[in-house]
């Protein structure tokens, strides 16, 4: 039988391992497919800021040779990924999606990047974003916008917009990106993929451009629940350099997968399924937690009182820590510097410059929340919120093993519609951004497409800290009963 | 609370951050939307509540490493993004007049 390289992009991350192993197809034409691809699509999508042909290339013909020898070092082996932006390549410029970054060349390679490539994924490129993280629609990166594969006129979501798009649009067969406030999850509800934010402390920070440290985190976005655990499982563990990374061993998370979800207590928050939900996103939502029902699972009500403070504690918290993160860009060590005579001006010009919007907006904010006479109003009494956000989680696993609910409140947006009222941007992550603050381990799960728009809806499902392993059962568990989507049409006005 | 443009100017120079008069004006709207909304948190008695200092599960220690001399980024990698630079140092404009 020929084979066309769409039947390789179309492959899942396992598939094409699989492949590899049988030696059916090289990692070299598997990542030759995914160039042609991204060289045919990337155009419209925008979901790259950088392609390493060469050295994906290099890297494929190295995984060919271990292929051969029967030398494999997982089960993606010589399978084609990207990283997002916001992740330290050597040697492979990195630049957070901003300006103030253009050019910069890290010295290092991110510990989860060392780690995907210790099992020898093929890094393909860097995925667009936006600029260090903050926002929600793609629309802030520095260099161009990334559209939804579902309809081109639509936000992937953000932060992780590229990381979301290039798996849906079959680019590459999975991808690494970060999730402060909901930053996987939205983009892979969006885009219709598996998103992943693992509990806090699971994947090392290290080499991640720091955003909000206390939020957030590394995880996978990938096409199938399986292929999500598979990557999770090689990135996951301590690393000695991120000293809140976790010394818990990994779970062996396929060892459960396929356990089903009989006698699973599904909590249902009801604050979560209240007004301002999409008519057509409950819908869907409410078939997936049918689903549930049917399959053998016990639905529960649950409460978590206090998540309609989520969005005000979050926008004090991590602008404030992004405003101390962002003070490294001074034009001093490393990226843009502006010309001026004295230092301070040097810094202030350099900063005005190589900044964008949203960075200077956070960092208004959280330098006004932490300043003298504030500290107390804002900044400490969210951090009191935040434990009490954790505790009404906390409670609620006493009754539940994993919290249910939408991802967002709508499908993907248009582009350009929120980029002029941040606080309407902000709102996209209301059901997202309570499971960062009570540092817990949530998975965006694809269940249908949209009866009007006809755009992905995912599901979430929170758990309990380093319980991945229920997360991604409970998930696997409803994708078995789930028909699969189908291949997004890269068009504009979507599939009607 | 709405925030006023000699504000907007105080927190920007706190953050070395130069603004245009349009960015002081976009700025002090949107920063006054924004704390408007995070007034909410105001409705909840926090008193008694201990503010969440750290992201750790229960039962979650920082692992601290052994104060030991370990291997570091050559002077050379270090500097190679430097836009100014002088032998092993980053060269700045001029701090003392």
Redesign the interface.
């Known amino acids: 039988m020929t084979r066309t390289p769409s039947d390789l992009t179309a492959l899942s991350l396992r598939e094409a391992g699989a492949g590899i192993a049988s030696r059916a197809v090289s990692s070299r034409e598997l990542v030759e497919a995914s160039l042609a691809r991204i060289a045919a699509t990337d155009g419209k999508l925008g979901a790259f800021l950088a392609v390493a042909a060469d050295r994906a290339r290099a890297a494929a013909t190295a995984a060919d040779a271990r292929a051969a020898k029967g030398d494999r070092r997982s089960e993606f082996d010589g399978v084609p990924v990207a990283v997002k932006d916001l992740f330290a390549t050597k040697g492979l410029v990195t630049t957070a999606g901003s300006r103030i970054l253009e050019g ?2 890290p ?2 390679d991110a510990a989860a990047v060392e780690r995907l490539e210790a099992a020898g994924a093929v890094i393909v490129g860097k995925l667009n974003m936006d600029e260090f993280a903050m926002g929600s629609s793609n629309e802030n990166s520095g260099y161009k916008p990334c559209a939804n594969p579902w309809d081109l006129a639509r936000t992937p979501g953000g932060s992780s917009g590229g990381s979301a798009a290039s798996v849906a649009a079959r680019q590459v067969h999975g991808s690494l990106g970060t999730d402060t406030g909901g930053s996987i999850r939205l983009p892979a509800s969006f885009c219709g993929v598996v998103g992943v934010k693992p ?3 699971r994947v090392s920070r290290w080499g991640v451009v720091a955003f909000a440290s ?2 957030d985190q590394v995880g996978p976005l990938a096409r199938t629940v399986e292929d999500a655990a598979l990557l999770l499982g090689r990135i996951a563990g ?1 690393d ?1 350099r991120d ?6 061993p990994v779970e062996d998370y396929l060892a459960s997968l396929e356990a089903g979800a009989r006698g699973l207590r599904v909590g249902i928050p009801r604050e979560w399924l209240r007004g301002g939900l999409d008519a057509g996103v409950e819908k869907i939502v409410r078939g997936a937690l049918a689903a549930y029902e049917r399959l053998g699972a016990k639905l529960v009500e649950i409460s978590l009182p ?1 998540s309609k ?1 989520g ?3 979050y ?2 918290i991590a602008p404030a820590e992004a ?1 101390s993160n962002l ?1 490294r860009y ?8 502006a010309d ?10 350099t ?2 410059k190589g ?1 964008g ?1 949203e960075p ?2 956070r ?3 959280g ?2 929340a932490l ?1 003298s006479g504030y500290y107390d109003a ?1 900044y ?9 956000i ?1 505790r009404d989680f906390d409670e609620a696993f006493r009754s539940c093993d994993v919290v249910a609910g939408p991802v967002a409140p709508t499908v993907a947006f248009q582009l350009g519609e929120r980029t002029q009222d ?2 309407q941007m ?1 709102l996209a992550d209301v059901f997202t951004i309570t499971c960062n ?1 009570a ?1 817990l381990p949530g998975l965006s799960l694809p269940c249908g497409l949209h009866p009007e728009s006809g755009m992905p809806v995912g599901l979430q499902l929170v758990g309990r ?2 319980d991945e392993a229920t997360l991604l059962r409970a998930a696997r568990a409803l994708e078995r009963e789930t028909p699969p989507l189908p291949a997004p049409p890269l068009r504009a006005g979507g599939a009607r | 609370m709405a ?1 006023s443009l000699e ?2 100017r105080r ?2 120079a ?6 245009s008069p349009e ?1 002081e004006r976009t ?1 002090a709207e ?2 006054s ?3 408007a ?6 409705e ?1 008695d ?1 008193s008694a ?10 039962g ?1 220690a ?4 052994a104060d030991e001399r370990q291997p570091s ?1 050559r002077p050379d ?2 500097l ?5 630079r002088e032998g092993t140092f ?1 060269e ?4 003392i ?1």
Not at chain 2, 92 to 95: E, K, S
């Open positions: 910069f060349v010295p290092y509990t806090y402390g206390s939020l301590h000695p000293l809140t990374s976790s010394t818990r206090h403070y969005i005000a504690a926008y004090l405003s003070a001074d034009g001093v060590r490393f990226g843009l510097r001026a005579k004295g230092l301070r001006e040097m810094y202030a010009e900063r005005e900044f919007a200077k907006r960092i208004m904010l330098t006004y300043s804002y400490l009494r969210a951090q009191k919120v935040r434990t009490l954790r941040p606080l902000y603050l540092a800290p380093f | 925030l504000e907007v927190i920007a706190l953050a070395r951050l130069r603004l960015e700025f949107q920063l939307a924004i704390l909304h995070v007034e909410q948190l105001r909840l926090v509540v201990e503010p969440m200092t750290h992201a750790l599960a229960a979650e920082p692992v601290l490493r980024l990698e270090a190679a993004n430097a836009p100014a980053f700045v404009p001029r701090i007049e």
